[in-house]
């Protein structure tokens, strides 16, 4: 089990966590086509805390490499960018919209995919691993996620219609590589 504490491994400690975010994504789009939504949200938050604790351990234990750098960015990409996106596009816009509408939100919603992408590839490109700012530029990709999940429950409680949805989708995928100034917690 040495492994799991050796920081060349690509499945040491910290990358098992990150694993399980990546397990937790895919099981959450396979709920959202399902129309299993709540699950697929439960699912969203699993992954959620599994990245906040994966870059806690790599940091503790000094396990971060470029690997786990990578690895973390992908995870992201599923379940903080494909996988609220998916949800939106699956609950809120197929139910709701046809036509030009449709294609709009189809439109907005690769918009948010390509911004998330990104800023995950930009955030990659800075980063040396094992080191955390005291800020980020731009809103990060699991604050994005949070943001279009209080969207995606506005919409479910009727508290907003899908065109306010596609322009809050519009305007959190623009924030996401702004120079919005956000502490790192």
Do not use: C
Not at 81 to 98: D, E, G, N, R
Not at 118 to 129: G, K, M, T
Not at 130 to 136: A, D, H, I, P
Request: hydrophobic fraction near 55%.
């Amino acid at each position: 089990m040495k492994f799991l504490f050796t920081n060349t491994s690509h499945f040491n400690l910290a990358n098992m966590f990150t694993f399980v975010n990546i397990t937790a994504g895919l099981l959450a789009t396979y709920f959202i086509t399902q129309n299993g939504f709540f699950i697929a949200i439960i699912l969203a938050w699993i992954g959620g805390a599994f990245d906040i604790f994966d870059g806690k351990i790599a940091r503790k234990y000094h396990l971060s490499n470029e690997f786990g750098v990578q690895l973390d960015s992908f995870a992201d990409f599923l379940s903080f960018v494909l996988v609220p996106v998916f949800l939106i596009f699956q609950a809120v816009y197929a139910q709701t919209l046809s036509g030009v509408e449709f294609l709009a939100a189809a439109v907005i919603s690769i918009y948010y995919v390509i911004s998330g992408l990104r800023r995950l590839i930009e955030f990659n490109i800075n980063a040396d691993a094992g080191e955390v700012s005291k800020f980020f530029t731009g809103v990060p990709t699991p604050l994005g996620a949070i943001l279009l999940w209080l969207v995606y429950l506005g919409s479910a409680y009727g508290f907003i219609n899908a065109f306010v949805v596609m322009s809050l989708m519009v305007l959190i995928g623009w924030s996401l590589n702004s120079k919005l100034k956000v502490p790192h917690p």
